[in-house]
């Protein structure tokens, strides 16, 4: 028993160190620094652009203008809005996806298989790029936020505003208590950004390098095909939208999309080792 709980110990303090060095590498990474500041930049914009022109015209706030109803994915009708939205698979892949590629392709990947179980590496790497990719989309809404927060009066939304349409996924949680609604958003917007990095990291296969970047955003946008055969609430790009511009969106489908994608990339991630071993 003691050695068991000498091996579990040993394992998970190795799993941490990796971890680490994971993090460090990818936060010191300049492409996750500049998809970060292109992010920021861009809930930047939407605010100067579509908040700032109209903090005069409604100086003590309102239900139709406050930090709920405008932050940069709930205001639907800004370009702005619609670009984030676009670009969230862009902005969670291209800072750590192609580690794993690049690893495997350069010997580093070798390297660290003489020192630490190969296990404890794809396990570090998957944590890690997850973690980062859902990083890299939950910034800029917290900076828009943060704009919002400072310079616009938290009123609450109201239900009877024209200007809004009826939610069908936690309208009460908006109405009542935005700020969870907000906590909501943010979680699903982070877990949907690690997991579009998952299927870039799961594509180190492809022998283009771009491949693995582009393969995130090839699967993101294959799902607009659901808006052609009518049922637009598939679409990650409509109920990532905190406004739900599209009827019939509901938790249960979202998490069901969710496991299947994560599910499919796990299963790519853990079959491609043998393609590692010819590399």
């Not at 706030?61 to 405008?70: C, D, E, L, R, Y």
């Not at 400072?150 to 109405?175: H, L």
């Amino acid at each position: 028993k003691v050695k068991v709980i000498f091996n579990i110990t040993f394992m998970v303090g190795t799993l941490i160190n990796l971890l680490k060095l994971d993090f460090k590498r990818a936060i010191y990474n300049k492409r996750f620094l500049i998809v970060v500041l292109i992010g920021v930049l861009l809930s930047v914009a939407h605010f100067f652009m579509e908040v700032f022109p109209m903090i005069n015209v409604y100086e003590g706030g309102s239900a139709i203008f406050n930090p709920f109803v405008k932050w940069i994915i709930y205001d639907d009708f800004s370009i702005y809005a619609l670009i984030f939205l676009l670009t969230l698979p862009v902005l969670a892949s291209i800072p750590y996806s192609d580690s794993y590629w690049l690893d495997l392709n350069s010997g580093f990947a070798k390297n660290v298989y003489t020192r630490t179980k190969k296990s404890n590496y794809l396990i570090s790497r998957y944590i890690t790029n997850f973690i980062i990719g859902g990083i890299c989309v939950v910034i800029p809404l917290i900076a828009s936020l943060y704009l919002l927060f400072i310079t616009v009066p938290a009123v609450t939304p109201s239900i009877f505003s024209q200007t809004d349409r009826a939610k069908e996924m936690f309208c009460n949680i908006f109405y009542y208590h935005p700020y969870i609604y907000i906590l909501i958003y943010l979680f699903m917007n982070f877990m949907f950004g690690g997991l579009y990095a998952s299927i870039g990291l799961s594509s180190r296969f492809y022998k283009n390098r771009f491949l693995v970047i582009g393969i995130p955003v090839l699967s993101y946008l294959s799902m607009y095909i659901f808006e052609i055969a009518g049922m637009p609430q598939l679409v990650p790009a409509k109920f990532l939208s905190a406004y739900q511009s599209v009827l019939g969106i509901n938790i249960t489908s979202i998490i069901t999309i969710f496991i299947t994608l994560f599910v499919g990339s796990l299963i790519l991630y853990v079959a491609g080792e043998k393609y590692d071993e010819i590399i």
